[in-house]
């Protein structure tokens, strides 16, 4: 594109914003466009490029299930649950505060990670319970 041709557009359409600020009815006739455009966004919503999170299965309770069926029931419990599931229950029950799960990606090792962390919570102060 030449300068000419390049300077000759912007000209016009500066000419044309400050017709559209002064000319009420023109805006209008000019908005419907838009306004169509944007109902049609709405209606069908703007899809996010973000992944859904993950959520824990209603009804989920690590301590639960290890406290009923021992830390194989729970490692059982977790095997039909995806990376993503395992990482939101670890978050959802501040198993790990440090967060080092963020970086596993197999599902294994987060199962065997949250199996850890449960039977860990779960043995706290026995060493007091003979005295």
Same mark, same amino acid.
């Given at each position: 594109m030449?300068?000419?041709?390049?300077?000759?557009m912007?000209?016009?359409?500066?000419l044309?914003a400050?017709?559209v600020?002064?000319?009420?009815?023109l805006?209008?006739?000019?908005?419907?466009p838009?306004?169509e455009?944007?109902?049609?966004?709405?209606e069908?919503?703007?899809?996010?490029?973000?992944?859904?999170k993950a959520e824990?299965p209603?009804?989920f309770?690590?301590?639960?299930?290890?406290?009923?069926?021992g830390?194989?029931g729970?490692?059982?419990?977790l095997a039909?649950f995806d990376a993503?599931?395992?990482k939101a &229950?670890?978050?959802s029950?501040?198993?790990?505060p440090?967060?080092?799960y963020?970086?596993?990606?197999?599902?294994?090792k987060?199962?065997d990670? &949250?199996v850890e962390?449960?039977?860990?919570?779960?043995e706290?102060g026995?060493?007091?319970?003979?005295?």
């Open positions: 030449s300068k000419d041709l390049a300077g000759a912007a000209d016009f359409l500066r044309l400050e017709e600020e002064r000319n009420r009815s805006a209008k006739r000019l908005a419907v838009f306004e455009f944007l109902a049609e966004v709405k069908k919503g703007v899809k996010s490029r973000k992944k859904a824990v209603e009804g309770d690590p301590f639960k299930v290890y406290y009923d069926k830390s194989v729970l490692y059982e419990a039909s993503a599931t395992l &229950i670890l978050t029950f501040a198993l790990d440090s967060r080092s963020t970086r596993l990606r197999k599902p294994e987060l199962r990670l &949250i962390k449960v039977k860990a919570m779960g706290r026995e060493a007091f319970r003979d005295l």
